[in-house]
């Protein structure tokens, strides 16, 4: 056995020298926790190396590995596998085939990289037509943070700065296709969909007032406005949020109804969207009367109209008789 490992030693030494200049290198890209197979297959007779040292060999079929668990041979394919990758795996990995009169080598380039996390999307301007959003990543090895739409690249960063997060801005078209936003290295990448419907908002319009029922104790009032996404409805006083609504149904305006306090401060009706906000003050003076005084208003106006009527029946009248005197 001796003997077989010292000749296969001068072989691959023979080997390295006389095949290293001809064997590409080949890359392997690979995360942490994942597992690589090196492609080159040795069955019978050969030698596995990392940056020069030896990992593992085969001998007449028989494998022997320098670390037992991560390093897998398989006796079928011949390829050497690595499981549960470490950063530290990274290297240079030499092949040496000896199953035949002549030494293959095969030369590989393993890089480890961490999986690139998930990028972050935050609105900058929710406001129509200029909506904006802000694509960021933590930065790391080879990353790069790129923004999409329908397979054309938009605009892309990287930095040598892992001190810092990559952030990438990007202009919204409000009727556009979705945009993704990827953050890349080279053995993984993370994407984000930004549709703009989700992040462009029109100004909320302005809440409409209604009286429901003006005569005190129980004056009410009803606050309406237009729906929309993210839409919500409320009513306050002095600081206080009284009561509040929204609704995902957009073809049917929220409204909120409040019952007034006669003597009370203010109320407020606010509508509100992630970009605006509008206000209508409500003073119960306004929409809340004395049913005395609600009397006279309408004894009043009865009246009026009972004197209109009696000067419309006179006027009436005398035109008659004078249309009806001879010679006239």
Not at 47 to 67: E, M
Request: one cysteine or more; glycine letters at 6%.
């Amino acid at each position: 056995m001796r003997l077989t490992a010292a000749l296969l030693g001068l072989v691959w030494v023979y080997g390295v020298c006389r095949s290293s200049a001809q064997s590409e290198v080949k890359e392997l890209k690979c995360i942490v926790g994942d597992a690589v197979s090196l492609p080159a297959a040795v069955k019978k007779n050969g030698l596995f190396l990392k940056n020069g040292s030896q990992i593992a060999r085969v001998v007449r079929y028989v494998p022997y590995l320098t670390v037992t668990g991560r390093l897998q041979w398989n006796s079928s394919t011949g390829v050497l596998s690595i499981t549960q990758l470490k950063k530290e795996d990274s290297g240079e990995y030499v092949v040496q085939n000896m199953d035949k009169h002549e030494v293959l080598v095969s030369v590989y380039q393993l890089s480890v990289y961490d999986p690139v996390p998930r990028p972050q999307v935050s609105s900058r301007n929710k406001m129509k037509p200029n909506c904006s959003v802000l694509c960021s990543v933590e930065n790391g090895r080879e990353v790069t943070l790129s923004w999409h739409r329908e397979g054309q690249t938009l605009s892309h960063t990287s930095s040598p700065n892992f001190s810092s997060p990559l952030s990438l801005p990007l202009e919204i078209e409000e009727n556009s296709a979705p945009y993704g936003c990827m953050a890349a290295n080279p053995a993984s990448n993370e994407t984000v969909t930004v549709r703009p419907e989700e992040h462009c908002f029109d100004p909320v319009p302005r809440p409409q007032m209604s009286s429901r029922n003006k005569m005190k104790p129980s004056c009410s009032v009803l606050c309406s406005v237009e729906n929309g996404r993210e839409v919500t409805l409320s009513w306050h006083r002095e600081g206080q949020t009284l009561s509040h609504t929204s609704s995902p149904n957009f073809s049917s305006p929220l409204s909120l109804p409040l019952e007034i306090e006669t003597n009370s401060a203010p109320y407020s009706c606010v509508a509100t969207n992630p970009v605006s906000n509008k206000t209508v003050i409500v003073r119960p003076e306004e929409h809340c009367f004395d049913r005395d005084i609600r009397s006279l208003l309408v004894a009043g106006i009865e009246a009026f109209i009972g004197i209109l009527f009696i000067i419309l029946m006179g006027t009436y009248v005398c035109l008659l008789i004078r249309s009806n005197t001879p010679g006239s």
